[in-house]
C-alpha cells in the first residue's frame, strides 16, 4: 500500500501495477497522479456516496474491492457504520468482524442515515424460504458516538429477515419469470401433442403417446419439433405394428422419448414427494471421511429418484409395453424391462442430476422448498439437459442395433 504523499516517490514501485484512486481529486489530483502510468479513479459526491460505491465495487482480475452488490450469492456479510469524521475510528474497528467480510459505510456528522446507505442497507435485506434460522445473517457494528436512535433502528429492522413470498416484487425476480415461462411453454407443448396425436395418429399406441405428450412437457418447444420431425414421415407396418421411416438422429430422438417421458416426470413426481413428506437423512460413525456424503439429504434424495424411476417405469410402463409386442415369458420381459430403463434412466439422470447439484448450490442462494417456484423449475430445467445428455448416447445405441426408434 502507497499512501498518496508517497506515490510520486514510488512511480516506478508502481508502473506494472494497476492502481485504484480512492476519493475525489481535490484530495488527490491527477497531476499528484503523474508517476502513475495507469490509474481507475473511484469517487463520488460526499463520503456517504462513496462508501456505498466502494461495498459495490469489485475489480474481479485483482479482487479489489467489497463487492457487496444485490446479486452477490455468498451472503454472510458485516457493515461498520461510523461518521466520515471518525473514518479512522471505524476502520480500527473493522477486526470486530472476524469474518473480514465488512465493509465501511457512514451516516451524516449528525448521526441520521443518508438516503443512499439507507437504500443501500435495505438493497441488502436478507429473506428465508422455510424458517428464520436459514441463513445468510448481517450484522451491524457501530463505532460512533453520535448515532441517531432512528438511525439505528432503521438498521435494526434492515438486518431482521423476511418470509421470501412477502417481499413483493422482489420475490418474482428474472430468474423465476424465466422459469415460469419455461414451464408454461412445456405445459402447453404437452397439451398441444395430447390433443393432435389423439385426432391424428390413432395407429400409435397410448403409452407412445404418453411418452411424447409427458416428454414434452419438460421439453418447451424442442418436444413439438422433436414430435412433428418423428411422425410426418412415410411410415409402414411389420408385425402389425405401425413403423415410421426415420434417420438415426430422429431414430435417437424417439427412443430417448420412450424412457424419458415416463422418467423425467417420475423422478420429479418422486422428488416432490420426498420434499413434502421428508426423507431420512442419515449418518453413521462407520462411514469415513471420504463417504460422508451418503447421509447427506441431496444425495439421498437423488438416489431415491433414481432407483424408483427405474422400478416403476419397468413394471408399469416398459413390462406391460413389452408384453403387448413381444411373446416371451414373463421373467424375461422384466429382464428386458429393467434393462432398458435402468440404460434410460441412467443417461437422463447422468445430465439431469449433474445439473440439479450444479445449479442448486451455484446459483441458488438457498436451498429452495417444494412450494417454491424455483424447486419446480430447477428440476424442469435439469430435465431438459438430462434428454440433451441421453439423446447421442441412444444415437450410438441405434446405429449398433440395440435400441430402434421407428414407433
Known amino acids: 500500500m502507497v499512501f ?59 479482487g479489489f474491492g467489497w463487492g457487496r452488490g444485490r446479486d452477490r450469492r455468498t451472503g454472510y456479510f458485516q457493515y461498520l457504520m461510523t461518521t466520515p469524521s471518525e473514518a479512522l475510528k471505524g476502520l480500527a474497528a473493522l477486526p470486530l468482524a472476524t469474518s473480514n467480510s465488512a465493509t465501511v459505510l457512514y451516516t451524516d456528522e449528525k448521526g441520521g442515515l443518508p438516503a443512499i446507505t439507507d437504500a443501500y442497507i435495505w438493497s441488502q435485506r436478507a429473506d428465508w424460504f422455510v424458517t428464520p434460522s436459514e441463513g445468510p445473517f448481517r450484522h451491524f457494528w457501530v463505532a460512533s458516538s453520535t448515532m441517531s436512535y432512528k438511525a439505528q433502528s432503521r438498521m435494526d429492522f434492515s438486518v431482521e429477515k423476511s418470509e421470501y413470498p412477502s417481499l413483493g416484487a422482489v420475490a418474482l425476480g428474472p430468474l423465476e419469470a424465466l422459469i415460469i415461462i419455461f414451464i408454461f411453454l412445456g405445459v402447453a407443448g404437452g397439451i398441444f401433442i395430447m390433443v393432435h396425436s389423439s385426432y391424428t395418429l390413432p ?13 414434452a412437457m419438460v421439453l418447451p418447444i424442442l418436444g413439438i419439433i422433436l414430435y412433428f420431425n418423428a411422425y410426418r414421415r412415410p411410415f409402414y407396418q411389420e408385425d402389425g405394428m405401425m413403423r415410421w ?25 418422486i422428488a416432490y414427494l420426498l420434499a413434502y413428506f421428508g426423507f431420512p437423512i442419515f449418518f453413521s460413525e462407520a462411514l469415513n471421511d471420504s463417504v460422508f456424503w451418503l447421509g447427506a439429504g441431496m444425495p439421498v434424495m437423488m438416489i431415491i429418484m433414481y432407483l424408483g424411476a427405474i422400478i416403476v417405469a419397468a413394471l408399469m410402463v416398459h413390462y406391460p409395453m413389452k408384453e403387448t409386442m413381444m411373446e416371451m ?15 434410460s434412466m441412467t443417461l437422463v439422470s447422468l445430465g439431469m442430476m449433474t445439473f440439479t447439484w ?21 428440476l424442469w430445467i435439469a430435465s431438459f439437459t438430462g434428454f440433451v445428455v441421453a439423446w447421442p448416447f441412444n444415437w450410438i445405441m441405434i446405429r449398433k442395433n440395440i435400441k430402434h426408434g421407428n414407433r
Open 245 to 269: 421411416l426415420r434417420p438415426p438422429n430422429i431414430q435417437s430422438a424417439a427412443a430417448t422419448m420412450m424412457g424419458f417421458g415416463y422418467g423425467a416426470p417420475l423422478m420429479i413426481a
Open 203 to 215: 395407429m400409435v399406441s397410448s403409452p407412445v403417446k404418453i411418452a411424447w405428450t409427458m416428454g
Open 4 to 62: 498518496a504523499d508517497e506515490i510520486e516517490g514510488n512511480g516506478a514501485l508502481l508502473e506494472n501495477k494497476r492502481v485504484f484512486v480512492v476519493g475525489p481529486e481535490k484530495i488527490l489530483s491527477a497531476s499528484g497522479l503523474s508517476s502513475v502510468r495507469s490509474f481507475e479513479r473511484i469517487t463520488a459526491g460526499n463520503p456517504a456516496d462513496l462508501a456505498v460505491k466502494l461495498a459495490r465495487y469489485r475489480d474481479t482480475e485483482t
Open 358 to 378: 450444479w445449479f442448486m448450490m451455484t446459483h441458488l442462494p438457498m436451498m429452495p422448498a417444494e412450494d417454491d417456484i424455483l424447486w419446480f423449475g430447477t
Open 329 to 343: 415369458k414373463d421373467s424375461m420381459l422384466i429382464k428386458q424391462s429393467l434393462r432398458m430403463t435402468f440404460i
